[in-house]
């Protein structure tokens, strides 16, 4: 029998849910990083209902999942393309970036332009836990997610992190 105020969650933190990518934050003043990269952990709470087996969601189900979001973003220059200055505009082969005076051309098949402002960590939890919160509803459609947390850590200790409440 479950006390009205009890909850369950579970939380996911693998060596093997990281990814690589490059990428230059644009600041408030328009300066910008230069282009850089991390090696990008990822951390998932999850907070449901517990099933008729006793469980939030098997480990063995979700944990796929988180690692093909990660695969898909590894080894990627990840670019915002909701920006209001950047533009990443794809010619051929290649992706043509310009941000004020820079100017990269880059293959297509090596960047990823996201539907995020600016390429933080923050935001790039946000686009995470959204994808990953999508395709959760796709693989159980029946799961009543209370709430779902996803961090992107940049650098041991420092982390985005984002958070829907349902």
Known sequence: ?????????????????KFSAAHFLIFPDGSAE?????????????HT????HGLVV????????VRELCDELDEHLLLPGEHPVLRAVRV???????????????????VIVLPIGNSS???????????LRSRMRQAWPQLRVRE?????????????????RE
């Open 121 to 131: 960590a923050e935001n790039l939890a946000a686009w995470f836990g959204r994808t």
């Open 1 to 17: 029998m479950t006390a009205p105020n009890e909850s369950w969650s579970i939380a996911i933190e693998k060596d093997y849910l």
């Open 148 to 164: 779902l947390s996803v961090g992107i850590e940049e650098t041991p200790g420092q982390r985005g992190i984002w958070t829907l």
């Open 92 to 110: 051929g082969p290649h992706y043509d970036v310009r941000y004020l005076e820079r100017h990269y051309l880059i293959p297509a098949d090596e």
């Open 49 to 52: 209902d517990l099933d008729a």
């Open 58 to 65: 098997n480990f063995k189900e979700i944990k796929p999942l």
């Open 34 to 46: 230069r282009l850089h990269g991390h090696n990008y952990k990822v951390y998932v709470d999850l």
